[in-house]
DNA sequence: AAGAGATTTAATCAAATGATTAAATTTTGG
DNA sequence: CCAAAATTTAATCATTTGATTAAATCTCTT
């Protein structure tokens, strides 16, 4: 069944990894887990990725890929506004975070800690944020006097906090409202319309 | 040396094991760390608590009362305005993460996984939130038309991720932003000024 | 179809880890 | 000061867990 190169079984171990990693973090995560999930044998893990540890630096620099990938594109689009790059943005993190819940609290759990603080270093996170095309309308709009002085980077901090806090604290923003997943889904849908407006207000604010 | 109850033998364990599980995790940390940074024997531990579940439950119930210590004064102070409370919620939130910046993400993440998730149904953390002052003075502004319609949920939620946020992404943001750890420091500083006014102009958008 | 190479598995190893036990040491009450 | 109780330790156990190995099975070329 196996084809010489078995992509079909390195994608399934990965995409299981994936899920493990994401949910159980890398310490919680059992490579057994892995296996099981993927339908596989715990030695044919370790045949296509050698180690836990390995597996997981991949999983994580994909998982930041993904996260950035979604962001990258609108940030250096030349035809969409400032305001309505805002609206992609929001838009688009908020239906990435609705099909990878977990996402979000896995990147910064591992960042913060010991295992993914490597992998920041080999993406040039710094400079695709700071010298995109959305700063420099940020930069243009301020000269122009047309928003507040806030800097960029509490800016920025702003905008990804209204995106990701909801996921991260979704098990006690569910408890505290009594919200049903359907309920909590529209709470997200409704921020998609209310985090540019929100955002807009506070530019304008001090 | 020890007295008949020693207590400072006790805390000396909680203490390390405050510690550790903050900066691993339940997954991630290790008894005999937690021996070790305590300046014990591992077995005394176990005799101390019995195991690492139950000194986790308890780490875990303090750490989640330690959150709402610093809240739930503020949300049924009757002397204070609205105002006065965002201004004093923000103080108290930055204060505190400040002094444990693994809290926030410590707890959302053992809440989210299996571990904490018993736990939130042994505090009223809803009543305490739905039936503070705090939330009579928000309705009555909005039944006077001085703030918009934004409902209470999203309101509490911007205002927690304008102040748990940075602390949780702090690696992300030193690194964009180049900081060093004097000036992260004065970043929270400074929204300690403005998550009042950021919050103010919100709610006045929509 | 045969055999070489690739893929997969069951069995096993070694280290890490949570927990226990029995003995040693210290503290307390008489 | 003595003995009982409390406290602390070193040694050990059993399970979990990451990883390896040798054999079995499958795939593809000729």
């Known amino acids: 069944m196996a084809p010489k190169t078995d992509e079909s079984t390195e994608l399934k171990i990965k995409e299981a990894a994936r899920k493990v990693f994401h949910s159980k973090g890398f310490a ?66 908020l239906k990435l975070f609705s099909q990878e819940p977990d996402l979000p609290i896995f990147m910064l759990t591992e960042l913060r800690q010991g295992q993914g603080a490597e992998v920041i270093k080999h993406i040039n996170l710094r400079s695709i944020l700071l ?34 806090f909801p996921f991260m604290a979704a098990p006690i923003i569910k408890h505290i409202g009594g919200l049903k997943d359907a309920e909590f889904t529209a709470m997200v849908e409704e921020r998609k319309r209310l985090i540019p407006i929100w955002v807009q207000s506070m530019l304008r604010a001090d």
């Open 131 to 164: 010298e995109s095309y959305f700063v420099k309308q940020y930069a243009d709009l301020q000269a122009e006097g047309k928003i507040g002085p806030m800097p960029f980077l509490q800016f920025v901090l702003n905008l990804m906090s209204f995106c990701v």
């Open 28 to 93: 919680g995560a059992k490579t057994r887990d892995i296996a099981e999930e993927a339908g596989i044998n715990l030695a044919l893990l370790n045949y296509y990725f050698r180690s836990k540890q390995k597996l997981f630096e991949i999983i994580m620099l994909e998982s930041m890929q993904q996260f950035m990938h979604s962001m990258s594109g609108v940030f250096n689009d030349m035809d969409s506004s400032f305001e309505e790059k805002l609206e992609l943005i929001a838009e688009r993190y």
